[in-house]
C-alpha cells in the first residue's frame, strides 16, 4: 500500500502495530494493492475500531474515466467491505485529491454519488462522514450536498 498524506497521519497515530499489519497484509497478498480495492485492519491506538485501506488513481496529466472509475471503486470497495465486516460509521477522507492530485469537485462529486448510490441499496444502516481537512474541500461538500 502506498502512504502518504492523510494516510501518513493515520500511521503515525495508529502505531508501529497497524504498519506491521500492513506489512503482513501485503506479504499475504504477495502483489503491490491494486487501485481501487479495500483492505480492513484494527484501529489500534487510533480512537476508531478499524481503518479502511484503499489505493486511489494518480492523475498525471488530465482526469480520464479510468481515474473517475477509479475514485469510484475506492469508495465502493471500502463501502462494501464496511458492511460485509459489520461496520455500520464509515469517515472518508478526500481521496485523491491531495498528493495524488485529483480534482477537489470532481473528487468530490463521485464521492457522493458513489456513496449515495450504494446507500440506497445498502440495507445496514450505515451512516458515512466526508471529513475533510482543508477549508476548500468543505465549501465544496457543503455546496454539492445542499
Given at each position: 500500500m502506498i502512504v502518504l498524506g492523510v494516510g501518513n497521519a493515520i500511521h503515525t497515530y495508529a502505531g508501529m502495530r497497524l504498519r506491521l499489519a500492513c506489512a503482513a497484509l501485503?506479504?499475504?497478498?504477495?502483489?503491490?494493492?491494486?487501485?481501487?480495492?479495500?483492505?480492513l485492519t484494527p484501529?489500534?491506538?487510533?480512537?476508531?475500531?478499524?481503518?479502511?485501506?484503499?489505493?486511489?488513481?494518480?492523475?498525471?496529466?488530465?482526469?480520464?474515466?479510468?481515474?473517475?472509475?477509479?475514485?469510484?471503486?475506492?469508495?465502493?470497495?471500502?463501502?462494501?467491505?464496511?458492511?460485509?465486516?459489520g461496520i455500520r460509521s464509515v469517515a472518508f477522507c478526500c481521496i485523491s485529491t491531495g498528493e495524488f492530485r485529483f480534482p477537489r469537485e470532481p473528487a468530490a462529486r463521485i464521492a457522493i454519488d458513489?456513496?449515495?448510490?450504494?446507500?440506497?441499496?445498502?440495507?445496514?444502516?450505515?451512516?458515512?462522514?466526508?471529513?475533510?481537512?482543508?477549508?476548500?474541500?468543505?465549501?465544496v461538500y457543503r455546496r454539492l450536498l445542499a
Open positions: 501485503m506479504e499475504r497478498q504477495g502483489h503491490e494493492e491494486p487501485t481501487g480495492g479495500a483492505k484501529g489500534f491506538d487510533l480512537p476508531a475500531e478499524y481503518v479502511l485501506h484503499t489505493v486511489g488513481p494518480i492523475v498525471y496529466d488530465r482526469v480520464g474515466k479510468e481515474e473517475e472509475r477509479l475514485l469510484a471503486s475506492c469508495y465502493h470497495s471500502c463501502l462494501e467491505l464496511a458492511a460485509r465486516s458513489t456513496v449515495e448510490g450504494f446507500l440506497q441499496n445498502d440495507t445496514s444502516d450505515m451512516e458515512v462522514i466526508f471529513n475533510v481537512f482543508k477549508d476548500e474541500d468543505r465549501d
